[in-house]
């Protein structure tokens, strides 16, 4: 319902951060915030399963956040997109995601592709065909040289292509209230 606020806190007893520079570049310095309230959960219902938290100043006082990233507000057909992740561990990786990824292991991780036609995606949905596993759900996919957001991935399958979101499916749900 728009305007509900969410029911969802953190635990008072549990610190939650986060880690922008998680990755598997060497030391680079550290850049940790801190989580400090949940600004909005979708209901288990809600075909866009988002969430949204805000965040505190960087622990280390040196450090400063980088400039975020806007919802696009635009409708621009854009061709080349990337997607960011944290593809999770997995029991037994199998080959093909191996020879892509590497070890998942929870680091953040780019996969470059375009976006692509066919399929029967719904109004609010594009398809691209950047490799993703699981971990990437959620990820915001951008396109090159813009610092806009123009999709939230939800969901890949290798043969059909992957799928994501729109921005503007994302500033008409509740949550755009937030953005």
Do not use: W
């Not at 995601?97 to 070890?103: M, N, P």
Request: charged share 20%.
């Amino acid at each position: 319902m728009p305007g509900a606020t969410t029911t969802a806190r953190f635990k008072t007893d549990l610190e939650v951060t986060i880690d922008f520079s998680f990755d598997d570049r060497p030391s680079v310095g550290s850049l940790t915030c801190p989580a400090r309230e949940v600004c909005f959960v979708s209901d288990d219902s809600d075909p866009i399963d988002v969430a949204l938290i805000k965040l505190g100043e960087p622990i280390d006082p040196a450090q400063k956040l980088l400039t975020p990233l806007s919802i696009s507000s635009g409708s621009d057909d854009y061709q080349y997109i990337y997607v960011m992740g944290h593809p999770g561990k997995m029991p037994k990786v199998p080959d093909n995601v191996l020879a892509v990824f590497g070890t998942p292991n929870e680091r953040k991780r780019v996969s470059f592709g375009e976006t692509i036609d066919g399929g029967t995606p719904g109004p609010n949905e594009f398809m691209h065909d950047a490799s993703t596993i699981g971990g990437y759900s959620g990820g915001c996919v951008l396109p090159f040289m813009k610092k806009e957001v123009i999709g939230l991935h939800y969901f890949g399958d290798p043969l059909s292509g992957n799928r994501a979101f729109t921005a503007a499916a994302l500033r008409a749900h509740p949550v755009g209230q937030f953005l």
